[in-house]
């Protein structure tokens, strides 16, 4: 992966995360945030991760994003009217945010092995897929149906939360 | 070339989005849109940790991006439930702004 096509795909993942805080509409916020899944799907492809990159697309810009925005528009969630912002919250929550972000990059300054550059790779005889799906069901078979059971209990709770209360 | 660090720098600034707009925005929707820049943003460095340790046998280590799918799986299944919740929320108080939302505040 060239040094130009990272560059283009981290800035556009990076400005379309920051249009999700930027934008006082709900629906502006969900789109930008469909762009930065699809910049962040293109990084996990430059790093040879094709399979984690595909379901980046199909589980978040396609499943989790639909879902926002259906939600969004059975709320009719209009744009946030600009009620009086507190100047002080305001400064105090970016100034955390800023703290943390010099923090990291400051780990990340000492981290002597964050200035080498990827190690080639051997061309595999089996796909990305089959790799993943090896490890899946061979190391970690109890977390994957541990997994299940709690995408089964999320699918319960979420019926009986949605249902209409009797009065 | 593209270091580790790179990938390193654009996940931490990633993360800080998303903890910039839990911070700051009111919007329960937005909050939530903004956990997952959290989350993917873990992934990203995940992945390119993965990508970086190369084993004896010359492909990644596998293991790291299997976290990432089941990382993704629970994300998805955490924004179904934050949702619902939401929407029962809207029910009963017909507003989703944090600022409204004060019984439990101390």
């Given at each position: 992966m060239s040094l130009f096509l990272f560059w283009i795909f981290a800035v556009l993942t990076v400005v379309f995360g920051a249009a999700v805080v930027l934008n006082r509409n709900p629906v502006a916020s969900a789109l930008s945030l469909v762009v930065s899944f699809l910049g962040l799907s293109a990084l996990f492809m430059s790093l040879d991760a094709f399979f984690v990159g595909i379901i980046q697309v199909l589980v978040y810009a396609g499943a989790v994003m639909v879902l926002f925005l259906f939600i969004i528009m059975l709320l009719d969630i209009r744009a946030?009217?600009?009620?009086?912002?507190?100047w002080l919250a305001a400064a105090g929550g970016t100034g955390v945010a800023v703290i943390l972000l010099v923090q990291i990059c400051v780990v990340i300054g000492h981290f002597?092995?964050?200035r080498r550059t990827f190690p080639p790779l051997e061309r595999s005889t089996t796909d990305d897929v089959w790799n993943i799906g090896r490890l899946l069901f061979n190391n970690y078979n109890l977390p994957f149906q541990i997994i299940g059971v709690l995408v089964l209990v999320a699918t319960i709770g979420v019926v009986l939360l949605s249902r209409r209360q009797p009065r | 070339m593209v270091t580790l660090g790179d990938y390193l720098i654009v996940s931490a600034i990633l993360f800080t989005i998303g903890f910039a707009g839990v911070m700051l925005r009111r919007n329960l929707i937005v909050i939530l849109m903004s956990l997952e820049l959290m989350l993917n943003a873990a992934n990203l460095s995940l992945v390119a940790f993965s990508r970086f340790r190369v084993g004896t046998n010359g492909l990644p280590d596998y293991n790291a991006q299997v976290f990432v799918f089941f990382v993704i799986t629970v994300a998805a299944a955490e924004v179904a439930v934050g949702l619902a919740l939401l929407v029962a929320l809207y029910r009963a108080r017909q507003t989703t702004d944090v600022d409204d939302i004060t019984s439990l505040k101390f």
């Open positions: 946030e009217e600009r009620r009086r912002v507190n002597q092995s964050a | -």
